[in-house]
């Protein structure tokens, strides 16, 4: 079944007309040894290489950025193992198509014994119920499926489909492999067939504009090739035309907010001011929550500044409060000064540590009563029962600090303080 929601690629020996295809699709690496970067698994002993010489048939989950290859991966995966190729977007299809397309493969199986390799773009949108149809006819082996989503499979696929996959994580194209990649396509005759000159540092300006996505890349150079009308050289106000304001890479709600937050607290605490500045920098350009990244702010003041400078926390709710009257961008200066404080504070988690240490004892010891002496006393009658009796004020009477015991009798003792004092900031 093929259409609109169907792509069924032509057979090997019907070459795709391109005329007029953008540079990014005329681009496509045609073979193995053509495609840039992933050398984690593109190695001579990867499992991508072994995939692509034929080695290895089976289901594959590509989880990474767009732009890394996931689409062009599986066309030479069709390739490599002879099977014929459908791909369809999940964005576009339903579950009724699906199991349309699992039919007609199931047919072409059993009539010819030719497999089908399916690929299912953005396999993220179908939920888990949906994700059940391709179970069956994976089991089977009518096809082979290769899924491809920018969102981490261990929260968006059932644990049934990935049981019967391989997960492989692709990684954003390195600087060097996008501008080799750029060079590539300016002198390749199905790119730009040596019709624009650059030097290295355009090419390099193009390749950090472009955040490893060589899709990026080669539409920033289609974009600099229609500026420059007259071809050739191109000059300093061209290529500023072209690649105007980075857009920065970021989802809000995916791994990358997760990923990103955890790099500024651990830079924080690691007192590595220049890396949490960056690492902040990235997040707000991203458009991130300033809220967000205000709450985070003052957690880690309590968290890993703690006693060691009590200063921490206040410095921390003032930026939040800077910001929310002065909003953005005069607010993120708050923001930037508290983080830059809190990576050069001392640092200590005793209060961290000691108050999960005292829940844990709340959940797996039993809720012994308020020692008698420590209880409040308000009436006549609490006083007879012996509410209060025995305490000391400690203002007036010293010895009750170590001599009053205020622990229930059952974790008398027990210390979650350990280390009260103020550690010192690595290289202090």
Partial sequence: MTGALFDESPEPDEPEDLTGAPLAERMRPRTPDEVVGQGHLMGDNGLLRKV??????????????????????????????????VSFSAVLSGVREVRAIMEEARKQRSRSGTKTLLFVDE????????????????????????????????????????????????????LEDVQRLITQAIADERGLDGHLQLDADQIKRI??????????????????????????????????????????????????????????HKSVRNSDENAA??????????????????????????EDI??????????????????????????DLALAQATV????????????????????????????????????APTSLMKNAGYGAGYRYAHDDPGAV?????????????????DQRPSKRPNS
């Avoid at 119920?129 to 968006?156: C, H, K, M, W, Y």
């Avoid at 009053?404 to 350990?418: A, S, V």
Wanted: hydrophobic share 45%; glycine share 8%.
């Fill in 52 to 85: 692509l010489s034929g080695e290895v048939r089976q289901s594959l989950v590509l989880w990474g950025p767009p732009g890394v290859g996931k689409t062009t991966l599986a066309r030479l995966v069709a390739n490599a193992s002879n099977t014929r190729f």
């Fill in 123 to 174: 396999i993220h949108r179908f939920n888990k119920a949906q994700q059940d149809a391709f179970l069956p006819f994976v089991e089977r082996g009518d096809v082979l499926l290769i899924g491809a989503t920018t969102e981490n499979p261990s929260f968006e696929l059932n644990a049934a489909l990935l049981s019967r996959c391989r997960v492989l994580i692709l990684e954003p194209l390195g």
């Fill in 207 to 264: 390749a950090h504009a472009a955040d490893g996505d060589a899709r990026r890349a080669l539409t920033l150079l289609e974009t600099v090739a229609a500026l420059s009308l007259t071809g050739g050289v191109v000059d300093a106000e061209v290529l500023a035309e072209a690649l105007q304001r980075k857009s920065v890479r970021y989802d809000k709600s995916g791994d990358q907010h997760f990923d990103l937050i955890s790099a500024l």
């Fill in 277 to 302: 500045l960056y690492w902040l920098a990235r997040m707000l350009e991203g458009g991130e929550d300033r809220r967000y990244l205000a709450r985070r702010i003052v957690r880690i003041a309590s």
């Fill in 306 to 331: 703690g006693l060691a400078d009590p200063f921490a926390l206040r410095i921390a709710l003032d930026a939040s409060e800077a910001f929310d009257r002065l909003g953005v961008p005069e607010g």
């Fill in 341 to 376: 404080y809190l990576a050069r504070a001392p640092k200590s988690n005793a209060i961290y540590r000691g108050l999960a240490e005292a829940l844990k004892d709340v959940q797996e010891t039993a809720g012994e009563p308020v020692p008698l002496h420590l209880r409040n």
């Fill in 402 to 418: 170590s001599e009053m015991k205020c622990m229930p009798p059952g974790l008398e003792g027990r210390q979650y303080l350990r």
